[in-house]
């Protein structure tokens, strides 16, 4: 990548923040946590999270961003709440009431110009990552599980929501709390396809 694309970027971000030093003339980003591969400059952090954001614009918030580069060891923790601490204290992104984010306009133009520098396979981990956390907090919100504690085992019911009622109400045994807590995280993942499975199931000996 051209260096005087990168250095647009970059000009354009302290342009826009109150950050004085150059982000590419600091140290190495922590690395505890992150895997071989992983974002190992504090500038490829503030250029992922730009990327990031620019991409999911305004469905991504600060806490997804953070849980996503953790899940997949992309970046420090440290590092990651670092750069969004700073990006949004200066201006390049904003955050909605509803904790969404949003890159600067200005900004945002030339956000293209500089992903090549981000390796793909990285880019392409971090989008999912964040795709999957979202769709897992908005299936959290709109579809209820409750585990309900039996004499000898556990009940989890899991209720799949339709537009003005439920579209299924499943209930599953299991002897344990821990195995009760598994089946409502694989639920919450994606409850739409275990609904799938079962009405597939039920009708594929149709003729």
Same mark, same amino acid.
Not at 112 to 138: F, G
């Given at each position: 990548?051209?260096?005087?694309?990168?250095?647009?970027?970059?000009?354009?971000?302290?342009?826009?923040?109150?950050?004085?030093?150059?982000?590419?003339?600091?140290?190495?980003?922590?690395?505890?946590?992150?895997?071989?591969?992983?974002?190992?400059?504090?500038?490829?952090?503030?250029?992922?999270?730009?990327?990031?954001?620019?991409? *999911? /614009?305004?469905?991504?918030?600060?806490? &997804? !961003?953070?849980? $996503?580069?953790?899940? @997949?060891?992309?970046? %420090?923790?440290?590092?990651?709440?670092?750069? *969004? /601490?700073?990006?949004?204290?200066?201006? &390049? !992104?904003?955050? $909605?009431?509803?904790? @969404?984010?949003?890159? %600067?306009?200005?900004?945002?133009?030339?956000?293209?110009?500089?992903?090549?520098?981000?390796?793909?396979?990285?880019?392409?981990?971090?989008?999912?990552?964040?795709?999957?956390?979202?769709?897992?907090?908005?299936?959290?919100?709109?579809?209820?599980?409750?585990?309900?504690?039996?004499?000898?085992?556990?009940?989890?019911?899991?209720?799949?929501?339709?537009?003005?009622?439920?579209?299924?109400?499943?209930?599953?045994?299991?002897?344990?709390?821990?195995?009760?807590?598994?089946?409502?995280?694989?639920?919450?993942?994606?409850?739409?396809?275990?609904?799938?499975?079962?009405?597939?199931?039920?009708?594929?000996?149709?003729?």
């Amino acid at each position: 990548m051209d260096n005087d694309k990168i250095e647009k970027l970059e000009k354009k971000l302290e342009e826009n923040s109150a950050i004085q030093s150059n982000p590419r003339l600091q140290f190495d980003a922590f690395m505890a946590g992150v895997k071989d591969g992983g974002l190992r400059t504090v500038s490829t952090v503030h250029l992922m999270v730009c990327y990031i954001v620019s991409t *999911l /614009s305004g469905q991504v918030t600060a806490d &997804v !961003i953070v849980q $996503a580069m953790a899940e @997949g060891q992309i970046a %420090n923790h440290f590092e990651v709440t670092n750069a *969004l /601490s700073r990006l949004q204290a200066s201006g &390049v !992104i904003t955050e $909605a009431p509803d904790g @969404g984010l949003s890159i %600067n306009e200005n900004v945002n133009a030339d956000i293209e110009l500089v992903e090549i520098d981000l390796p793909y396979t990285l880019r392409k981990t971090a989008i999912h990552l964040c795709q999957k956390i979202i769709a897992k907090e908005t299936y959290r919100r709109e579809n209820k599980v409750e585990i309900l504690k039996n004499e000898t085992n556990f009940t989890v019911v899991m209720h799949i929501n339709g537009p003005q009622s439920d579209l299924m109400t499943l209930s599953v045994l299991a002897p344990t709390m821990q195995q009760a807590e598994m089946i409502k995280e694989k639920f919450i993942t994606d409850p739409v396809k275990i609904y799938e499975s079962v009405i597939n199931s039920i009708f594929s000996n149709e003729e």
